[in-house]
């Protein structure tokens, strides 16, 4: 569990700031529109981020960066 944790924060130090936003308030259920009005950035470019932030995370997790795991949908 611990090794987990230690894995996750390195994971999630290679995204910026935005992205972290963004995927923290996806994972808190929070949907497109409602990420938006929190960060006052239009719904279009929540979904940009998105996008951007799991083709980024799956390209770590394909590299020699990470261990292989999958990043699915938010």
Excluded: C, F, H
Aim: aromatic share 6%; net charge positive; hydrophobic share 30%.
């Amino acid at each position: 569990e611990a090794e987990d944790k230690i894995y996750s924060e390195y994971i999630y130090s290679l995204i910026s700031k935005r992205q972290q936003q963004i995927l923290d308030l996806s994972l808190k259920g929070y949907k497109q529109q409602e990420i938006g009005e929190k960060l006052d950035i239009s719904q279009s470019r929540v979904s940009v981020i998105k996008k951007k932030t799991l083709s980024k995370l799956n390209e770590i997790l394909d590299s020699k960066k990470a261990p292989k795991k999958s990043v699915k949908k938010m």
